[in-house]
């Protein structure tokens, strides 16, 4: 029974303003003994938006983790990695179980949690359509279409009302391999009330609906038909209907399937033991490349989205091992370059085309589309669900915004503008922002979690940008330099504007420091490291334009 002080709020800790990341709280209860699920626990790519030295971005959970006792779940939509890639890493702040279908559970098992170090996360999984009772909650999984296999919505009923979490989704009757997103499920729930849909906006700047998977397995099926020798397809790991089309298309014209990337693999085997590749051949290994005629093989690579390690880009420096690509062969990149990925993506490209490779995208043939849905699936959604409230998600401001406007023009009347932080109260009442909690982001740096304000990632931008100058000075007690100044630049141009050495310029201005300081004064360590600093950085700023990072040790002998 619900009292006045019981209320259901959304909480997105990740995922709403940025595209990636995801990972969304939902509390039931009075403020202070709230009962808590999750959805989704993702990680994002940092070297896309220029953290130097820093692979992976996670959302901060720390209000969660403050809170853990009372979260109930963590409940996984689907599994690619800005849904999936952060449980490996931040489950042990929280130790709550783990719910997902087969699927993602199995691809968390063999791509995260195999890995050295892995902790043991509580997995269990969780059929569609069952409804599952935890805590104040009833969750239920409803499948949707989109790029991965498994995908769902979550329906999520509380004595308040029903919430529906879309996930990622698109429209696709033939997505050949994966579920439908089902009119009468949506419409059912529609008929029983929905209280607030909280809904991908990625696509809703695009007009119209996706095409669908089949329109892509045909083009394939074609190019890689009409080929006259080698085909090399470059797609997402994760994208099992790509593959399966690949396959498909591989096997109708008398040509052989090679794999060749861990992701690639892992994805291979986890959709071979759910059935999502029944009927086809077991693929080759790389070490099968050589002995095959041009004209029979096709090869599935990873690297779509220029990844400097990954298969395709080294096929392009030709330096893999065991596959190369010569004049007259084909690569169809089946799949988009994510915002920031562009230029990595256009280099292969081009030392592709450079070594007299065909090279295939979407510009010219239907060969990738999108996990998400275009404008008429969207009306298609507003109309089945008839929500009372909506919380655009899975988006940056602008996707956020212009969904905003769209839900208004379906004829919602409440809208509600979250951000990373917001705390939504859903019920009772009008739905509305009613305060915020700590979010941002952790940044895996090596083999440890450092947050935003951690001083190394503006340290390396500044390194990048202007280098660094290292002086070490020997000072005996009589405050007398003992031998030379060791001297070394970094980063730096080796001459300066009027062509003089730039390593000249700081040892000259490193002695002429020295010599200008009184005895007091070189007998105080920081006083002359200060004075060097300041010198040296000015000195260099004059022949350069920038002025250095500077660290100058003074020991004392």
Known sequence: ?????????????????????????????????????????????????????????FPDLSFIEERR??????????????????????????????????????????????????????????????????????????????????SNAIAIRTE??????????????????????????????????????????TNIVREGRSPS????????????????????????????ARIRAVADAAKACGRQVIAVGRAMDRVIDVARECGYLDGLPDFLSADSYARLPRDKVVCLLTGSQGESRAALARVSRDD???????????????????PGNERDVGAIINDLIEAGVEVITDRTELVHVSGHPRRDEMVAMYSWTRPKAAVPVHGEALHLDEHARFARSQGVDTVVKARNG????????????????????LFKDGNVLIDANDRAIPERRKLAQTGIVSVAIA?????????????????????????????????????????????????????????????????????????PACHVQVVEV
Not at 25 to 37: A, D, N, Q
């Open 213 to 240: 998977e089949s329109e892509v397995a045909a083009t394939l099926a074609r190019l890689i038909e009409e080929a006259p020798h080698r085909v090399a397809v470059t797609t997402f790991a994760s994208n099992v």
């Open 475 to 547: 000072i005996d007690e009589r405050g007398e330099v003992i031998g030379e100044p060791a001297v070394d630049i970094m980063g730096l141009p080796n001459r300066g504007r009027s062509n003089e050495p730039l390593l000249d310029t700081v040892v000259d201005t490193v002695h002429r420091t020295l010599s200008g300081l009184s005895r007091g004064k070189m007998k105080d360590s920081e006083a002359v490291e200060n004075a060097v600093d300041r010198a040296v950085r000015s000195a260099v700023n004059e022949a350069w334009g920038k002025k």
């Open 1 to 57: 029974m619900t009292t006045r002080q019981d209320e259901l709020v959304f909480v997105p800790l990740g995922g709403v303003g940025e595209i990636g990341m995801n990972a969304a709280l939902y509390g039931f209860g009075p403020e202070k003994s709230r009962k808590w699920i999750m959805v989704d626990c993702g990680m994002g790519f940092a070297g896309e938006e220029g953290f130097p030295g820093i692979d992976l971005m």
């Open 422 to 441: 917001s705390v939504v109260r859903l019920a009772p009442g009008a739905p509305e922002v009613i305060g915020h909690v700590k979010a941002g982001r």
């Open 320 to 338: 893999h091992p065991a596959i190369s690509l010569t004049a007259g062969d084909r690569v169809i990149f089946s799949s988009r370059a994510i």
């Open 160 to 201: 308040h009302g029903l919430v529906l979490h879309t996930g990622d989704w698109k429209l696709d009757d033939t997505p050949v391999a994966g579920d439908i997103t089902s009119p009468d499920a949506f419409r059912a729930l529609g008929d029983e009330g929905v209280l607030a849909l909280v809904c991908d906006s």
């Open 69 to 150: 006792k009372d979260l109930l779940g963590i409940f996984i939509t689907h599994a690619h990695e800005d849904h999936i890639g952060a449980v490996s890493e931040l489950w042990p702040r929280l130790k709550a179980p783990v719910y997902a279908t087969r699927f993602a559970k199995q691809l968390l098992e063999t791509r995260r949690l195999s890995e050295p170090g892995a902790p043991k996360v509580e997995l269990r999984e969780i059929k569609p359509g069952k409804r599952v009772p935890i805590g104040p909650f009833e969750i239920e999984f409803v499948p949707v279409s989109h790029s991965i296999p498994e």
